[in-house]
């Protein structure tokens, strides 16, 4: 039975006669594909995202097809111990069902980021690339969820696909789909500029409805983190380019996508209802942001019981007994969660992932246009982590799986033959 199981032989099955054979790599690439096509429908948890993803955490292993490096497994190791101890916590919740909720299923994320990981190391650029694609497929399902919805393109989805007059598509809200549909722009935007002529017409395309819905979410942490990302991709697609030939094109698509952007979102605004939501949203004042029960108001407060509480007070503990709501940064929410123990390991996964991007694509390797795109996304959602709490939002563990990795696939896979001592 263990020898089915491995990446060099094939599930075999007859049918009338036909022999049919379909290797452990492509049952593979169907269980990703699946898991991220999906990962933007989530109404209601467990998603079937999630069902697809338990799929990928258990089979993909069995298959045969990861190589698992030293980066994923030192940020497995981080995040098994800031789970541990935001398990331990638990204990000083205010509801503990809840509580232990909330961190098994950030075990699960973690874990699921760990097995992309694994997988994207084996065989790098196709499977980034496929997990991308289908990815950006699950933002344009999400879109088109989005214009059905605030369009009233069918009147009765109103309700189901927008939140408060902003659109949400297929997100329980308008924050997390604004903040999913970034790392899909991103991407597309660097297949425009390093693809051939057709594809990146096609990659062009798909970025404007992307661009738009990012817009109807009316986001200001999401239009932040898609601008945070797409001016760190530009920097550094700028400082890596190698031939000239690159250089005109970078200059030509970004001059070319600006100005379609700003048509396009200019022809948007003249919409009186988009215009004058975005008029108001883009206001720095909004009155849940001020006070001493608004957004900074209950960070500054959840600094204060960071620093009484060593072990942290419990998961959800501060937004059921101690403040209205969540202290809006994810940072802040992880030492109140798992204490400073915790909280440091997180930190250290988070912004470790971050650097370990950055100094990888030092490297002129073939890998580095995939590190480019998938460390920009990420750190337009590191940026975005001080404004919102991100701990469990999918592409986030997506997003740090790829750059895992990737960094562990830039490193050479040992010789198994070469002696311990040599």
């Known amino acids: 039975m263990t ?48 069902i697809l993803m338990a799929a990928v955490i258990v089979g ?10 030293h980066m994923s ?6 995040w098994l111990i800031f789970v541990s101890f935001g398990l331990a916590g638990c204990s000083m919740s205010t509801n503990f069902g809840t509580a232990l909720t909330h961190q098994v299923v950030t075990l699960f994320l973690a874990l699921g980021a760990f097995v992309l990981a694994g997988y994207v190391t084996a065989d790098p650029e196709p499977r980034f690339r496929l997990i991308m694609t289908f990815y950006v497929v699950g933002c344009l399902i999400a879109t088109a969820a989005a214009f059905v919805g605030y369009f009233q393109i069918i009147p009765s989805t109103y309700d189901l696909f927008t939140n408060y007059g902003r659109a949400r598509g297929t997100f329980k809200d308008p924050n ?25 017409l096609i990659a062009a395309a798909v970025a404007l409805p992307l661009c738009l819905a990012l817009l109807l979410t009316f986001s200001r942490g999401a239009w932040a983190s898609a601008a945070f990302s797409l001016l760190i991709a530009g920097w550094l697609a700028l400082v890596t380019t190698r031939r000239a030939e690159d250089f005109r094109r970078l200059v030509v698509v970004a001059a070319l996508g600006t100005v379609a952007l700003v048509a396009t979102l200019g022809a948007a605004l003249e919409t009186d209802a988009i215009g004058d939501l975005f008029e108001q949203r883009a206001s720095l004042d909004q009155s849940y942001d001020e006070g001493p029960d608004g957004r900074f108001g209950g960070q500054a407060k959840a ?28 940072y802040l929410s992880q030492f109140l969660n798992a204490g400073w123990i ?81």
Do not use: C
């Open 342 to 422: 915790g909280g440091t390991f997180y930190l250290i996964s988070v912004f470790g992932t971050l650097a370990a991007g950055v100094y990888a694509i030092r490297a002129r390797t073939a890998l580095q246009g995939p590190l480019i795109v998938a460390t920009a996304s990420f750190a337009g959602l590191v940026f975005e982590g001080f404004v919102i709490d991100t701990d469990h939002w999918r592409h986030f563990f997506v997003l740090m799986a790829l750059i895992w990795g990737l960094v562990d696939a830039t490193r050479p896979e040992p010789d198994p033959r070469r002696r311990a001592y040599d």
């Open 3 to 50: 020898a089915l199981l491995t990446s060099r032989q094939a599930y075999q099955n007859e049918l009338g006669g036909a022999r049919w054979i379909v290797s452990a790599s492509l049952l593979a690439a169907i269980a990703v594909a699946a898991a991220m096509g999906t990962s933007s429908i989530v109404f209601s948890e467990p998603a079937v995202a999630d």
């Open 73 to 78: 497994l030192f940020n497995l190791v981080a």
């Open 176 to 200: 997390v789909l604004g903040a999913a549909l970034a790392p899909a722009i991103v991407y597309v935007a660097w297949v425009t500029l390093r693809s051939p002529p057709r594809k990146a």
């Open 303 to 330: 600094v204060r019981y960071i620093l009484d509480n060593p072990f942290g007070v419990g998961t959800h503990t501060f937004r059921d007994s101690l403040h209205p709501e969540e202290a809006h940064n994810v």
């Open 60 to 69: 993909v292993p069995l298959l045969g097809v990861t190589r698992f490096g």
